[in-house]
């Protein structure tokens, strides 16, 4: 159909090798080496997608991750399109092509050239900055039913994937003496000063081949060899030396606080079929002792009116793709600039073969060899001339010409031509300074905001700090990898010092809007492309009062595309301060943040995903539970067997069966998980003395006592039974979820408070699996497999524990204890043989008729002895006196953590929450966890709870369901009959005292 | 991620390792029964929470797990200095400022 | 790695394929582990009698033949010893007699020594690609001038506290809660 844009010579793509692609369904063929920007421009395609707002047709602009209209989702081959694994929003400058590549355009319906939202852009009077704030306030009852969900429908660029991300994500953590970020000149003489000082180096670019400028720069030389061949030996120079590290498609993305920097490397994207045990993306954390930053410079739009239609490019991007990929951006090329550089891109396209029409400069006053050479190459030069409108809509046509006098503009014709290259002069790249926290100084001879002092270990060099001209930029870049190796290292680095030639500097430049005489009412120039912020909408914003610029970002959006405002910014700032009346450096710039270019959430998420998100812990018996098919909860990072459901039971069910046969015979539990702290020294009875309520200090040897742990203000923090295993020390107990932030608590105290005292904490957490048995014919089950323990209730009473062995040698604790208000055993083992000794305590428990039971029957059976869990009937504001149990403070003490808050005036007010037991009046109904309980069956709006339920349970042992309550002055009201307002009406409850089950307590001692 | 010094193992480690602990030198008292109601709330409750220069604890909680003090800039985020539990605060006007790690 | 102190089964886990070759992720068998807590004086009576002195050196390792005592902090000690033979009873066994000939030597010296032995797993990583495999994971830097041979230290591997401890060049030595292995091997082989 048409035919090719291709330089029949030239380029570093590997002319041999066709690859394959589809973009919009349509098959096309570019070559080894291009990126798709470059093989879709190769084809003639310069219209890739619609505009975020106005759905404006938009053409590829830069070459580079600045670009802020070429954005396309992409698969890796249509199989995986069609099962939903797409990227939206990749600019289609940064990705490479390969074979069955599929690339779509985005922001368009039904097609890329007929989209229906373009009628926003008939309407865009109606989208004027701000327009979200003006046009969506009212009626309020808009917002829900019509706003957003158009807002929803209508926002967005790309397409979410459909499918999970199937790919796989990897982190580094690196440390390096010299991080070195691009590998133009100025990275790499920089990088090369380093390496050469024996730094270690991270040289990293986010582009597949490294030289950046080099790569394009026609002409230059280094060392008396080409740029390019100069690039290859730096690279294998680097490449041979161990201790630096190349990353190339590697973006530096943030840099953080200490040289932490943290960088995206894309490792298979541009592979048609890469090894399946790659990582798509791999993070790297970097913390480098020094940072060389080398980003340099990007250039700068002028904003004309209908400055966005395709087949507009940045002159230097034009040079790219002719020089670097052999693509010519068009037949009839016309180059609109304010400064030198774009001469070239003219010059070295029209070197190529290129039809180059004019060059069209906005200064009257331009150097006399350029205007000669382009004479010579047929070239039709005008000084003092600008752009001021486009012909063409999805590609363009023509441009209308005016004469600049001062800032007045005479229209000057038309030109026809069909690719647009435009500079405005360079913008040097201080992103990764700015986000470093270092201030920019405002350099009005160049029209830049250049990187001030660092507040980091950083230093910029090349044109990122306004350094123009190739041996100067290698010299800088020369001097900063130097600089860096020696602060890093400590030993002198020696400058390297590069010949070179060509890559001349280039003067010139022009900020803000471009005058025109075109009609201000009807005609847009864009500042920001993505956003679609015209230079109208700055100034309205001005107009409307937003006198910060980070108002006026805010407000228009200008700055805030994935390009943060590396090609607006400056623009926009000039037409801000224009419009405020003031300097640009009074009106300042906005901060830039991380991330540099967009990162995917799967190089953010790393290997944090699916079974590897958090650790999961398993008891030594999860395996055996799993096979009796428990069901399993979460508890903390624990898996915990939840009930055992025997088939056609439903989770009530089970758990009523297990409550059953817990107190009619036996049952089996698995508390491996429980906190263990060994805390052992001569001090070990007074620590404890201090940091729980209970009185230690008598407890003799072999017994237990539960212990209840406050913190400071006096609210309860964990509990758990401790034992005493001899004169100095004891075995602790505590929740599941407790166990870490237990024994920081213990700690703290001990190492802050109490340093004189000789005790001293182990975690032993994961050194015993815990094995409960409760029922009464618990002792029957265990008896026949303890070696050495007299069970007898005269030799073992309840709470106490001895150390012995089971099974023939396997050593163990046996506390006799229980959690359910039933005759039971915790039997401490290795978890080697924690198994082995759970399987025979089962057989023993099968046989009398006993079973497993799981944590949901553990919380009821304790619910029934009104125990309390803490996080369930405690939130962090419940006093001991608050469940009841005043009991277990030891009033003789004179101290411990939290007794003198226990009698500060809130704590010992009235109308505090107190522990009950709930009995709802019809017997039946179960309450919700949670619910409130009020004095009223239908309170009045606004009127207080009394409390909440926290536990509620259908119990077996009392036929009916329970709750425990925390209700206002609970144990003043039992007998009282309250109510719990549900959607379906409120259900009348009895308060009763918490414990229903032997009040006694007789089952404990048979 | 902010790298802090463990005094006692002598090496910077990144923050993670570590476990904010409060503002420092706030003594728990020796006879907290002499304390009224309103001497008591200050001791639980109440914290200098400076802009500038703050004195703290941390604990190597993966590391040593010694619980140690910091001077940390709350502007900054800057670590100032380090030193054991039970040591007077460093006197910065002594040192000049920002001086140590 | 087999060596006097650790045993490593024949069977090796998982690494990523990507992994650089020679690289071998084993368990290690079954040790003896204490933690032994108290002041530098009670140290020294407990380095003798175990025949490791306890470094006092933060950070540092100390190992003789089939035992091992690690610097886990000012006042805190993790004693490895390989018992004679295989299975849980050898394990029992070393651990009782240890546990016995160590507070014989302490007497009346205050201190904590406990018994770990089941608490911890060790895994034994080898080979040219150690440094990288674990750096996916550890933020250390693992230079061998910043992490040299001898170097101890407890630290974390993404979401999980562990014990690194570097035994030769491209040998690293790495204990954790057993519950915590699987995640550890879990993210190793993924690499």
Same mark, same amino acid.
């Given at each position: ?37 470059? $093989? ?125 991300? @199937?790919?796989?994500?990897? #982190? ?47 002409? $230059? ?21 161990? %201790? ?26 541009? *592979? ?34 209908? #400055? ?34 774009? &001469? ?32 010579? *190459? ?24 005016? %004469? ?21 002069? &360079? ?12 201030? *920019? ?125 590396? *090609? ?16 640009? !450096? ?8 991380? !991330? ?8 953010? $998420? ?35 067997? &939840? ?38 020294? @001569? ?84 050194? &015993? ?134 009698? %500060? ?38 009127? @207080? ?14 036929? %009916? ?46 | ?101 | /790695? ?26 290690? =068998? ?34 003789? =033949? ?62 040219? =690609? ?20 001898? /170097? ?38 993924? =690499?």
């Amino acid at each position: 159909m048409t035919r090719s844009f291709r330089t029949s010579k030239g380029g570093r793509i590997d002319r041999a090798v066709p690859v394959t692609f589809t973009f919009d369904g349509r098959t096309l063929t570019g070559r080894a080496g291009d990126t798709l920007a470059s $093989a879709l421009l190769a084809n003639g395609i310069h219209l890739v997608g619609r505009s975020f707002k106005y759905h404006r047709p938009r053409g590829i602009l830069t070459a580079g991750s600045e670009e802020p209209n070429a954005l396309v989702g992409v698969a890796k081959s249509a199989a995986a399109a069609a099962a939903g694994q797409s990227v939206p929003n990749l600019r289609a400058t940064q990705v490479d092509i390969h074979e069955g590549l599929v690339a779509v355009s985005q922001n368009r319906w039904p097609s890329l050239g007929f989209d229906i939202g373009a009628v926003n852009d008939r309407l865009s009077p109606l989208f004027v900055s701000g327009f979200y704030y003006k046009t969506f306030m009212w009626p309020k009852s808009f917002w829900n039913r019509v706003y957003e969900p158009f807002i929803r429908a209508a926002a967005g660029l790309g397409k979410a994937p459909t499918a999970p991300d @199937p790919d796989r994500y990897a #982190n580094r953590y690196a440390h390096c003496d010299v991080l070195v970020a691009g590998s133009g000149p100025a990275g790499l003489a920089a990088a090369l000063a380093a390496a050469r000082a024996g730094a270690r180096v991270i040289l990293a670019d986010e582009q597949a081949e490294p030289g950046g400028s080099l790569l394009h720069e026609a002409g $230059a030389e280094i060392e008396g060899q080409s740029a390019t061949v100069w690039v290859s030996a730096a690279m294998a120079e680097l490449a041979g030396n161990d %201790r630096v590290t190349l990353l190339p498609r590697t973006t530096v993305f943030g840099y953080f606080n200490q040289n932490f920097v943290a960088l995206a490397e894309r490792v298979t994207d541009h *592979l048609a079929s890469p090894d399946p045990s790659l990582p798509r993306e791999r993070l790297w954390q970097v913390r480098a002792r020094q940072v060389v930053l080398a980003t340099g410079a990007i250039e700068r739009p002028l904003v004309f009116p209908e #400055n966005d239609r395709p087949g507009i490019m940045m002159a230097e991007a034009g040079r790219i793709y002719a020089n670097r990929y052999g693509v010519l951006p068009g037949r009839a090329i016309a180059v609109a600039t304010a400064c030198d550089s774009a &001469w070239r891109a003219a010059f070295d396209i029209a070197a190529l073969g290129g039809n180059v029409v004019a060059v069209l400069d906005m200064r009257g006053d331009v150097d006399p060899l350029l205007k000669e050479r382009a004479r010579a *190459l047929s070239i039709r030069v005008e000084t003092g001339c600008t752009v001021t409108g486009v012909k063409g809509s999805k590609r363009v046509q023509g441009v209308l010409l005016g %004469r600049l006098v001062g800032e007045t503009v005479s229209s000057a014709g038309s030109l026809a031509c069909d690719c647009l290259l435009i500079s405005g002069g &360079w913008t040097p790249n201080v992103s990764l300074h700015s986000q470093a926290r270092g201030k *920019l100084d405002w350099n009005p001879e160049k029209g830049a905001f250049l990187p001030g002092d660092p507040v980091q270990a950083q230093r910029s060099a090349g044109s990122c700090r306004g350094i123009d001209g190739l041996a100067l930029v290698l010299a800088d870049g020369a001097r900063a990898g130097a600089e860096a190796a020696e602060a890093a290292t400590g030993s002198p680095a020696d400058v390297p010092t590069f010949s070179a030639s060509g890559g001349d500097a280039s003067t010139g430049w022009w900020l803000g809007a471009v005058p025109h005489d075109r009609n201000p009412a009807r005609v847009r120039a864009f500042v920001d492309f993505q956003n679609d912020v015209t230079a109208k909408d700055v100034k309205l914003a001005v107009r409307e009062g937003m006198h910060s610029i980070e108002h006026i970002k805010r407000y228009t959006t200008t700055g805030m595309a994935t390009d943060q405002g590396r *090609l607006s910014n400056m623009n926009a700032l000039s037409i801000a301060s224009t419009a405020l009346a003031n300097e640009i !450096p009074q009106v300042g710039l906005t901060t830039f943040r991380q !991330p540099y270019t967009p990162v995917t959430f799967g190089t953010l $998420a790393t290997t944090s995903r699916g079974d590897l998100f958090d650790p999961v812990r398993r008891t030594p018996i999860h395996d055996w539970a799993a096979a009796k098919a428990a069901a399993f909860e979460d508890v903390s990072l624990w898996k915990r067997a &939840w009930y055992f459901p025997k088939s056609g039971e439903d989770m009530h069910a089970a758990v009523l069966r297990e409550c059953r046969t817990v107190r009619e015979s036996v049952g089996l539990f698995d508390a491996s998980t429980l906190g263990k702290i060994e805390v052992v020294g @001569p001090d070990a009875a007074e620590f404890l003395e201090r940091i729980y309520t209970n009185p230690w200090k008598k407890l003799g040897i072999g017994r237990l006592r539960y212990g209840l742990m406050l913190n400071e203000a006096g609210f309860i923090m964990d509990d758990g039974v401790v034992g005493r295993i001899n004169e100095d020390c004891f075995h602790v107990t505590t929740t599941t979820g407790g166990a870490p932030r237990v024994l920081a608590h213990m700690e703290d105290y001990l190492q802050t408070e109490w340093a004189d005292l000789k005790v001293w904490l182990t975690s032993t957490t994961e050194q &015993w699996a815990v094995i409960a048995v409760q029922g009464p014919k618990a002792r029957e089950a265990i008896a026949p497999l303890v070696d050495d323990i007299d069970l007898a209730t005269e030799a073992m009473p309840h709470m106490s524990v001895r150390e012995g062995h089971v099974m023939g040698g396997i050593p163990c604790r046996l506390f006799r204890m229980s959690f359910t208000g039933e005759a039971g055993y915790e039997i401490n083992v290795p978890p080697s043989r924690a198994r082995q000794v759970w399987e025979a305590v089962f057989a023993n428990v099968e046989r009398l008729g006993g079973c497993a039971y799981g944590t949901e029957t553990m919380h009821v059976l304790r619910a029934e002895k009104g125990y309390i869990i803490v996080g369930q009937e405690t939130d962090g504001t419940v006093t001991p006196d608050d469940v009841g149990m005043a009991w277990a403070i030891g009033k003789a003490k004179p101290d411990f953590v939290g007794k003198r808050s226990l009698a %500060r005036p809130d704590l010992v007010a009235p109308g505090r929450k107190q522990l009950v037991g709930l009995l709802t009046r019809d017997g039946r109904a179960l309450l919700e966890e949670g619910a409130q309980v009020t004095a009223e069956a239908d309170p009045a709006p606004r009127t @207080p709870a009394l409390g909440h339920v926290t536990s509620s349970y259908m119990s077996a042992a009392a036929g %009916r369901p329970i709750a425990l309550a925390m209700i206002a002055n609970g144990r003043a009201r039992h007998g009282e009959i309250l109510h719990v307002p549900m959607p379906n009406g409120a259900i009348a409850v009895e308060v009763v005292p918490p414990l229903f089950v032997d009040p006694e307590g007789s089952r404990l001692n048979v | 991620m902010l790298l802090i010094h463990c005094p006692c193992c002598g090496v910077d480690r990144p923050e993670i390792e570590f476990r904010y602990g409060g503002e420092a030198h706030i003594a728990r008292p020796v006879q907290p029964a002499d304390f009224d109601d309103r001497q008591w709330a200050e001791f639980l409750y109440m914290r200098t929470n400076p802009k500038g220069v703050m004195a703290e604890r941390w604990r190597h909680v993966h590391g040593c797990g010694r619980f140690f003090n910091a001077l940390r800039d709350t502007v900054s985020d800057r670590f100032i200095a380090v030193y054991q539990t039970g040591e007077p605060r460093p006197d910065l006007s002594a040192t000049g400022g920002e001086g140590a790690r | /790695m087999s060596d006097t102190l650790f045993h490593a089964p024949a069977e090796a886990l998982a690494l990523p394929p990507h992994a650089a070759a020679g690289t071998a992720l084993h368990r290690a =068998g079954p040790l003896v582990r204490f933690v032994f807590r108290g002041d530098s004086g009670a140290a020294a009576k407990v380095g003798e009698a175990f025949g490791v002195s306890l470094p006092q050196t933060p950070l540092a390792a100390g190992r003789a =033949g089939d035992r091992a005592a690690l610097w886990q902090g000012p006042d805190e000690w993790l004693l490895l010893a390989r018992p004679a033979a295989d299975g849980p009873q050898a394990v029992d066994g070393l651990a009782r007699s240890l546990a016995g000939e160590l507070a014989a030597v302490l007497g009346d010296t205050p201190h904590s020594l406990v018994d770990v032995s089941e608490r911890n797993i060790a895994l034994l990583l080898e080979g040219p =690609g150690v440094a990288d495999l674990l750096n996916a994971h550890v933020f250390l830097d693992l230079d061998p001038v910043a992490f040299p041979v001898g /170097m101890v230290t407890r630290t974390l591997f993404t979401k999980a506290e562990i014990v690194l401890w570097r035994t030769g060049s491209d040998r690293f030595v790495l204990e954790c809660w057993r519950s915590f292995a699987p995640y550890v091997e879990g993210l190793l082989a993924e =690499g």
